[in-house]
């Protein structure tokens, strides 16, 4: 697995340098992986880079871009969008010839529509949205401050909001709120057959040989027996 | 006591803390929780909660979370049977 950077479009015109963690050793599957979002970003880290390992030894290339604005980039997070962030994703998928997408938890709003391959764990903005403002509502309250959860929206449809540490500007959050997961060619891998509970809920970074076993070998299984 | 929600809110709190099942089996009405466990801080509170909304199909209001309520494994059982023999 080696780092690579790639070009990401900025709205603004031109583009940034982004990171992304690869294995790419020329194979016919190349596989995009969406990471999830903030906070659950950070907790499955380690868990989607043991899905890479796994992959990479099943001969499935696998490329994990960073989202603008977050992990590794040097991109403001009030410059982005999810449109910015789709955008990035597709310039990604094009940058690295991606044949499929795995789109990890929140990462499945964001995953290019015209690649096939497995939404795992979707999740939707407003619910995504309803768990960062609440972790707002409840710091800001031990800090002796009161927030409200509809107060907190007004101000955030106007201005902006700091949520779980990224600034995000007005545009994100009226469009992040309305952002429903698509149907779409993607096949939607539930919690329950990984088994066990999603990593993203978890209180603090963890990590699951299991679940990495069961997530690569669906994918594996399923790209080798379509090639077969 | 109800068996089922006190169940649910065990493996809850199981999920979201990734403690063993046996551990949480052992929780008291005392055994502490907000103020208590580390791992417990406002990001996992705010997730712990979401949680028990979605597989507890109770809604709550944030003005109801306080650190009374999340104090202890008995109080936190209490506010969700209460919430659910209301809806």
């Not at chain 1, 779980?164 to 545009?171: I, K, N």
């Not at chain 2, 507890?56 to 494994?73: H, Y």
Request: hydrophobic share 45%; proline share 4%.
């Amino acid at each position: 697995m080696t780092p690579a950077l790639w070009p990401a479009p900025r709205v603004q015109g031109g583009h940034t340098e982004e990171l992304a963690l690869i294995c790419d050793a020329g194979r016919a599957h190349r596989l995009l992986i969406v990471p999830a979002l903030f906070d659950a970003a950070n907790r499955m880290r380690r868990f989607t880079i043991e899905v890479m390992r796994r992959l990479d030894g099943a001969g499935i290339d696998c490329f994990l871009p960073d989202l603008p604005g977050c992990n590794e980039s040097l991109a403001a997070p009030a410059e982005q969008t999810p449109s910015s962030w789709r955008a990035a994703m597709a310039a990604a998928a094009a940058h690295f010839r991606a044949s499929q997408v795995l789109a990890i938890h929140g990462g499945a709003l964001l995953a290019p529509s015209h690649l096939p391959g497995w939404q795992y764990a979707p999740a939707n903005g407003a619910g995504l949205l309803r768990a960062m403002l609440r972790a707002r509502i409840l710091s800001a309250r031990e800090a002796g401050r009161n927030e409200t959860q509809e107060q907190l929206l007004a101000q955030g449809g106007t201005e902006g909001l700091e949520l779980s540490g990224y600034r995000l500007s007005a545009a994100f959050l009226t469009e992040f709120q309305m952002l429903e997961v698509a149907t779409s060619q993607q096949r939607v891998i539930s919690q329950e057959e990984l088994g066990g509970a999603g990593l993203w809920l978890r209180a603090e970074p963890g990590e699951s040989r299991e679940q990495a076993d069961a997530l690569a070998a669906i994918i594996a299984v399923s790209l080798t027996s379509a090639a077969a | 006591m109800d068996s089922t929600t006190d169940q649910r809110l065990r493996l809850i709190l199981s999920d979201v803390l990734g403690l063993s099942p046996d551990r949480v089996a052992g929780f008291s009405a005392e055994t502490g929780l907000f103020g208590h466990l580390p791992e417990l801080d406002s990001m996992a509170v705010a997730g712990l909660l979401t949680e028990i909304e979605d597989r507890l199909d109770i809604v709550i209001d944030d003005d109801e979370v306080d650190g009374e309520m999340l104090g202890s494994f008995g109080s936190l059982r209490n506010f969700v049977e209460a919430k659910r023999k209301r809806t």
